[in-house]
Structure formats: C-alpha cells, structure tokens
T-cell receptor
Framework: GESVGLHLPTLSVQEGDNSIINCAYS??????FIWYKQESGKGPQFIID?????DKRQGQRVTVLLNKTVKHLSLQIAATQPGDSAVYFC?????????????FGTGTRLKVLA | GAVVSQHPSWVICKSGTSVKIECRSL??????MFWYRQFPKQSLMLMAT?????????EQGVEKDKFLINHASLTLSTLTVTSAHPEDSSFYIC????????????????FGNGTRLTVT
C-alpha cells in the first residue's frame, strides 16, 4: 500500500493562538487535496478541500493554502481551541479521470496547551 | 449527510480464525469504497479499492487472498481477514464516495469510525 510509515510529528500550540500544519505532497499531477482531522480511535473527519486551480480556500476558522510550485499544502487554524487537538492528515487525489485514489500524508499531531 | 457506518468497532479473535468487517453508506449510494489500514501513530495505508459489482483492486503488497473484499451492493462493502494472525492486528478504516463518477471524481472521502482488530 502507499503511505509514509513514519511516526507522527507533533505541533504544540497555546490555546487561542493560530496553528499552521504543513504537508508536502508527492505527485505534481494531483489536482485535488483534502485535510482531515482524526481523533483517537475514530475515523478521519473532513475539514476542508481545495482544487489545484485555487491557491487558497477558507472555511470556518480554517484556511488551506496550496503552493503547486513546491508541492506544498498548509492548514491554518485560527484561535486554536482544545477541541482542535487531534491528528491532521492531508490527502491528495492521484487518480486519472474516472478514478479516485486518495493517498494520505504522514500526519501531524496537534496538541493545544491550556 | 454522507454517513459511513462501520461494524464492528472492535473485535478480538483467535489466531487462525476469520473476521468480517462491514462498511455501509447510510444516506448515499457508494459506487466505490476504500479500505485502509492504520498502525499506531502512523498514517492511513490504502489496502484496496472496491467497486460495486466488480473485483477489488488491491495495492501492491496487500494479499488479496488474505484480505477478501466484497462490494455486493451500492451501500455495503465487506472486508474479511482470513486466517488472522497477530500481525494482522490493526485499525481498519473504510471510506466511500458517491455514485456519480464524474462529479465524485473530486469529492472528499467519507470515513467510517474504524474497526480495531486484535488477534490473540
């Protein structure tokens, strides 16, 4: 299977501060990207997505930035709250038309400090 | 909307037995379901892609005779871990995508809550 079998890096952020989680993707042909949040013992939960024809997209308290030149994706969380503590994964769609193979990045554990 | 239900949420079985995990899309029809495996503190590893009414496509290194996948309807896919061994212990997660392949090509996956398998 495709994935990166590395242990998760951790980002510790003070409650109320902004968080920035980064992700490097592998395929320059990928045209769709998603950020997921995974809490312990649960499946991933959709946060926000972005297509390759955009470089920024905003949601509620979250912003995703896409830099296709360096194949980099970031998730910004404004005013981080304790409930944001989780593991965050980026996923890229590597499929050709008619297929949708989603590959997940390594993941980052976000710890919100009170 | 877009709820995916996975059952059981956890299972303990003895080595050599088989275990079936179900994945259901509750409020939409899923032409494609994906099965992932996740080890502690690691990312999700795609095991196979399951299309309704056809054979699953397995990722390199995943034994298709070990991990049997059946996608008999637009709302149900099953993963059977056959002759389970302790090294099969893991967190298995399914996901699904909606029916229209054109509009669903770039759509987020919806995940179940996973099944924790422990083989003793």
């Amino acid at each position: 299977g495709e994935s990166v079998g590395l242990h998760l890096p951790t980002l510790s952020v003070q409650e109320g501060d902004n968080s920035i989680i980064n992700c490097a993707y592998s395929n320059s042909a990928s045209d769709y990207f998603i950020w997921y949040k995974q809490e312990s013992g649960k499946g991933p939960q959709f946060i926000i997505d972005i297509r390759s024809n955009m470089d920024k997209r905003q949601g509620q308290r979250v912003t995703v930035l896409l830099n296709k030149t360096v194949k980099h994706l970031s998730l910004q969380i404004a005013a981080t709250q304790p409930g944001d503590s989780a593991v965050y994964f980026c996923a890229e769609n590597k499929g050709t038309s008619g297929t949708y193979k989603y590959i997940f990045g390594t993941g980052t554990r976000l710890k919100v400090l009170a | 909307g877009a709820v995916v239900s996975q059952h059981p949420s956890w299972v303990i079985c003895k080595s050599g037995t088989s275990v079936k995990i179900e994945c259901r899309s509750l409020d939409f029809q899923a032409t494609t379901m994906f099965w992932y495996r996740q080890f502690p503190k690691q990312s999700l590893m795609l095991m196979a892609t399951s299309n309704e009414g056809s054979k699953a496509t397995y990722e390199q290194g995943v034994e298709k005779d070990k991990f049997l996948i059946n996608h008999a309807s637009l709302t149900l896919s099953t993963l059977t871990v056959t002759s389970a061994h302790p090294e099969d212990s893991s967190f298995y997660i399914c996901s699904a995508i909606g029916q229209d392949p054109v509009s669903s090509y770039n759509s987020p996956l919806h995940f179940g809550n996973g099944t924790r398998l422990t083989v003793t």
